[in-house]
């Protein structure tokens, strides 16, 4: 946006004494943004993970190492071992061929003893279906139960990527989803309550989300104050595989999908290519991404502000014009700007705009600020984090409604942080903060 000529007059005194007289000290020593690393170095596709008595497990699609893949770790952070095949014996010979068992889910139940929820390839269709297997021990081997699937809804493409649920009133339920996909038509998530273990479904079938596109691997969570649905989206045979998210009060919706997904290749940086078939244990998150020709699994740590997630490393958008402003405005209409609408006029000695932020753990992370700056040169705003000065971003020159990104390097505590920029040099007008 074009300044006048009698507002840059009236500021250069303000833009003198703060260059002249109140540099801000050189900032504090930080780290960037901490990527999730890899745990499971080979292809093991769509990770089902769970604890028990101190010890980790991650059961996998079929593939090189069995029908059901098993791998166990001391922690969430490995060192992880690929253990064989959960299900050597196959899925149910009464119903189901191999060659195509697919996202496991692995449950402990009161008794002991372990039940498995798994996709496979029905004979008579040719569809997937959801069985059920058991066992004693979580490495195996589980065998399968009854001589039909547990759920089948031919009509509907049929189903797949079955997900354990219990809320915290001890009711145990199946997520699971039509694969309408297969057949061209809608795909959706249903709930349906289970008993026996897992082994008998009760009740009918209530819809959670419904789309034409590819929805698909829920996983739900219950927060204090609402539910949380992840789903993973986009094609998962390459990078624009994606998690996603949606809430509700209720288990009977309605839910509402989360304005911008949750990770993506993008939000990583590149750094996992596909983030999908995402798995929430605590305060980790497993997904699996693509290296090479495989799929490996990553973890990351994940936290809950106000009961939405929050992945460290994974980009959080938070828009400047959200939040507190001190001698200076909101700029609506503002050409190419997430939102259409910025911070302008940080101008003076005493202007400033403050956003409070979430990080997962305490740590280092990347500030990522949206700018436009139509100065004659580089221009700067003050950095000061938690009441802290944390030195100064640059902005280079792009001309007026030119959005791009300078980033910074910050370290922020556990849970809420403030972030505020001041007044530094020159004219910039902020779009957005990203903390990653």
């Given at each position: ?96 061929q191999p060659g195509r068992t697919w ?234 700007a997430s939102d259409g609408k910025v ?94």
């Open positions: 946006m074009p300044r006048l000529s009698r507002r840059l007059l009236a500021a250069a005194l303000a833009v003198f004494s703060l260059t002249a007289f109140l540099s801000p000290p050189a900032p504090a020593a930080t780290t960037a943004a901490v990527f999730p690393s890899v745990v499971i170095g080979e292809n093991f596709p769509d990770p089902d993970v769970f604890q028990h008595n101190g010890t980790w497990y991650a059961y996998a699609t079929n593939g090189g190492r069995g029908t059901v893949p098993v791998a166990t770790a001391p922690s969430a952070n490995g060192p992880w071992t690929v253990r064989g095949d959960a299900m050597p014996g196959g899925p149910s010979s009464a119903w189901a996202a496991p889910d692995v449950h402990p139940n009161p008794d002991g003893s372990f039940t498995l929820t798994y996709t496979a390839w029905h004979k008579a269709s040719g569809r997937q279906c959801v069985g059920v297997a058991t066992a004693t021990n979580p490495l195996g081997p589980f065998q399968p139960v009854g001589t039909a699937p547990l759920i089948c809804p031919l009509d509907l493409g049929g189903a797949i990527d079955a997900n354990t649920f219990v809320a915290n009133d001890g009711t145990r339920y199946l997520v699971w989803k039509n694969d309408g996909n297969a057949i061209s038509k809608p795909s959706t998530l249903w709930l349906t309550r289970t008993a026996d273990n897992g082994r008998t479904l009760v009740g009918g079938n209530t819809a959670m989300l419904t789309s034409n596109s590819v929805i698909e691997a829920p996983d739900l969570v219950q927060r204090g104050s609402q539910y949380v649905l992840f789903f993973s989206g986009g094609g998962y045979t390459d990078c624009n595989y994606l998690t996603s998210y949606a809430t509700s009060k209720s288990l009977s919706g309605p839910w509402t999908t989360a304005y911008r997904p949750l990770m993506t290749t993008a939000t990583f940086d590149g750094r996992i290519c596909g983030p999908g078939g995402a798995d929430v244990v605590g305060n980790k998150v497993f997904v699996h991404g693509w290296v090479g020709g495989g799929r490996h699994v990553y973890v990351a740590d994940v936290g809950w502000a106000n009961d939405y997630p929050v992945v460290r490393g994974s980009r959080v958008r938070y828009e400047a014009e959200r939040g507190t402003l001190n001698h200076c405005v909101v700029r609506s209409n503002a050409a190419g911070v302008a006029y940080i101008d003076y000695a005493d202007s400033w705009v403050e956003n409070t932020v979430f990080a997962p753990v305490a740590g280092g992370y990347t500030l990522h600020v949206g700018y436009a700056n139509g100065s004659a040169s580089t221009a700067s705003h003050g950095l000061v984090v938690n009441g802290n000065n944390a030195g100064s971003v640059s902005y280079p020159v792009t001309g007026w409604d030119n959005w791009r990104q300078s980033s910074v390097s910050v370290t922020l505590k556990a849970g809420w942080n403030t972030i505020r920029l001041t007044k530094g040099t020159l004219y910039t007008e902020v779009d957005y903060l990203e903390v990653q």
